[in-house]
Each structure stands twice: as structure tokens, then as C-alpha cells.
């Protein structure tokens, strides 16, 4: 079946833009993460979505990150007044329940790389 | 100091090597543990994960877990140049979905 999608795979912008980026989870996944991988690093949580709802966004770094997920299947990452500190690969992975990753495998989609000029 | 600790490599072997792989984490209310493995310009794919301490093996895979220590390996035997890829340790409390990740190891097989 298909896997986690993110839309687009590449984003440039300028210092101080408004961007969105997207992410369609594996139909029937009630949870959503999204995670941002700098270069050279491990990817860092940002915020995890049970259903509709944040469950938790304690990853968030400030005030300009902000995340929806209305239908409780797609979800939109939004960032405002874009740096260059926010230039990373921001990924999303989805899972069956969000019930705890023992028995509840994230799926990662492939990222999107986001470039603040 | 990160929760979770890995050298980056890289790490170069020539194939049919068995590579080791390693990170120490820092939470003692890790429960879980993960080993992802992430080709270029691709997300990570999980390879196996463990319950607290003890081994577990799928294939030429091996993750091991040292509770007492914060300890955590995947050994690859027979490594192959599929392999090639990073290898991302990751760790979660009981019942959490909050993943803490390594800095990813960089893995060469070479023929």
C-alpha cells in the first residue's frame, strides 16, 4: 500500500516567508508526528497528533511553528517569519494507534527539505 | 549532553564484514529502543526494536541492550553494500511516542 507522502520535497524561500509543508499519513493511521532532521543530525520530535488533536508539542522550538491536522488525517506544518536557523529536512511518520512504539511501528515519509535563503 | 549518544562515522568495511554499531543513552525511563536505517534523501525505516535489556535477531541483524550500562549495538553480519546507509539509534519511555534519536551513523560496505 502507500506509505507516508510529503508534498513538496523541496522548498526554498526567502528569510522572513510563510511556508507550509504537507503530509498525507498511511490511510487508517490515527497518529501523526512530525519530526525535523538538520543536517548531519538525528531527527527531533516537534509535535504528535492523535486524531485531530496535538497530543503533544512540546518539540515545537517557538511561537512561529505551528501545526494542524483538521480531518484527523491530513496535517499541515506551518512556519512564520522564516530564518536560516530553520533550513532542515522536516519529516513526518505516521503509526497505527499512537498507543506506545512497542507494538506501534512509526512510518516515516520521506521529508521535505526545507532551504531558508 | 544529548539523551542519546552516537559517533557519526563514518564507517568504512569491506563486504562480508561484521560491523558494530553502537550509542549510550542518558534517560533511565527509556524502555524502548530502535534501531532506524536511512538511505540518502530518503526517511528512516525501522530495522528491529528491544524491550529493555536482552538481545533480539532478525536475519543478519542483532540489536543488543544493556539496561545496567545504557548501552545499545546492532551488529549486521555478512554486511553487504545494500547496507550502505545511516543507521539511527532511537529511545522512548514506556507507553511514550515521543522518539529521542542519535546523530545517525554513516555506514560505507565496500566491495
Known amino acids: 500500500g502507500a506509505g507516508v507522502s510529503q508534498t513538496p520535497s523541496n522548498k526554498v524561500t526567502e528569510k522572513g516567508k510563510y511556508v507550509e509543508l504537507r503530509c498525507d499519513p498511511i490511510s487508517g493511521h490515527t497518529a501523526l508526528y512530525w519530526y525535523r532532521q538538520s543536517l548531519g543530525q538525528g531527527p527531533e520530535f516537534l509535535i504528535y497528533f492523535q486524531g485531530t488533536g496535538a497530543a503533544d508539542d512540546s518539540g515545537l522550538p517557538n511561537d512561529r511553528f505551528f501545526a494542524v491536522r483538521p480531518e484527523g488525517s491530513v496535517s499541515t506544518l506551518k512556519i512564520q517569519r522564516t530564518e536560516r536557523g530553520d533550513s532542515a529536512v522536516y519529516l513526518c511518520?505516521?503509526?497505527?494507534?499512537?498507543?506506545?512504539?512497542?507494538?506501534?511501528?512509526?512510518?516515516f515519509g520521506p521529508g521535505t527539505r526545507l532551504t531558508v535563503l | 549532553q544529548k539523551e542519546v549518544e552516537q559517533d557519526p562515522g563514518p564507517l568504512s568495511v569491506p563486504e562480508g564484514a561484521i560491523v558494530s554499531l553502537n550509542c549510550t543513552y542518558s534517560n533511565s525511563a527509556f524502555q524502548y529502543f530502535m534501531w532506524y536505517r536511512q538511505y540518502s534523501r530518503k526517511g528512516p525505516e525501522l530495522l528491529m526494536y528491544?524491550?529493555?535489556?536482552g538481545n533480539k535477531e532478525d536475519g543478519r541483524f542483532t540489536a543488543q541492550v544493556d539496561k545496567s550500562s545504557k548501552y545499545i549495538s546492532l551488529f549486521i553480519r555478512d554486511s553487504q553494500p545494500s547496507d550502505s546507509a545511516t543507521y539511527l539509534c532511537a529511545a522512548v519511555t514506556g507507553g511514550g511516542n515521543k522518539l529521542t534519536f542519535g546523530t545517525g551513523t554513516q555506514l560505507k560496505v565496500e566491495l
Open positions: 528491544t524491550y529493555s535489556s
Open positions: 511518520a505516521s503509526s497505527l494507534r499512537g498507543q506506545g512504539v512497542g507494538t506501534d511501528t512509526q512510518y
